[in-house]
């Protein structure tokens, strides 16, 4: 069993809807990661959190510390969304674990 | 430069042949990392770098990987005696400590 799940792993959405990612994971934690992966690219840190929400532009990442859960969603996706997002959590080394994944497909 | 390097992009190896895999961090960044990433997988750890000191080396699958960061920047990953099950790309990030970690293109590595 993973120690970082992701739900679902994969996902298509129709531009314009709204997309909303899990990420559940079993012990304490000091932060948890969302990161964005392109095909062939390389990977971009989306957000950083340890408590409450934050926004940037169209998305938005929450937790709860006391259910363990995350989620990120996309308002308004548009096909240039389409990626892999992953969510890493660090517990209290630096070193990030990561769930496996959620591939997303946006069509216009 | 502005962000995380790594060299080379792309490494063929025959099965048997040693191999290093560079990364130039940030500058200024004190932790760098090493992931591993097989396909269709998540990353996952390798070892973690606080300036030049080795912090954690746990997730080195075997002997045969070494990891070094002699001045504190430039950290190079080393295979030796390369196996199939070795393919994958080779993430490496840096970070100021506790921070966002910043990612590098990775090295894909193929074992023929």
């Known amino acids: 069993k993973n120690e970082v799940e992701q739900s679902p792993q994969n996902l298509t959405a129709q531009e314009g809807e709204f997309i909303t990612i899990n990420c559940s994971y079993s012990v304490g934690i000091s932060a948890l990661h969302w990161l964005q992966q392109h095909p062939g690219g390389g990977i971009v840190s989306l957000f950083m959190l340890s408590s409450g929400k934050k926004k940037h532009g169209r998305l938005i990442a929450t937790i709860n510390i006391q259910e363990k859960h995350s989620s990120l969603h996309i308002t308004a996706s548009h096909p240039r969304d389409s990626a892999v997002y992953i969510c890493?959590?660090?517990?209290?080394?630096?070193?990030?674990?990561f769930g496996t994944g959620t591939r997303l497909q946006v069509f216009p | 430069g502005a962000g995380v390097s790594q060299s080379p992009r792309y490494k063929v190896a025959k099965r048997g042949q040693d191999v290093a895999l560079r990364c130039d961090p940030i500058s200024g960044h004190v932790s760098l990392f090493w992931y591993q990433q097989a396909l269709g997988q998540g990353p996952e750890f390798l070892t973690y770098?606080?300036?030049?000191?080795?912090?954690?080396k746990s997730g080195l699958p075997s002997d045969r990987f070494f990891a070094e960061r002699p001045e504190g920047s430039v950290s190079t990953l080393k295979i030796q005696r390369t196996q199939q099950e070795d393919s994958a790309v080779y993430l490496c990030a840096s970070s100021r400590g506790g921070q966002v970690q910043y990612f590098g293109p990775g090295t894909r590595l193929t074992v023929t």
């Open positions: 890493a959590v660090r517990y209290y080394t630096d070193k990030l674990i």
């Open positions: 770098f606080q300036n030049e000191a080795q912090l954690d």
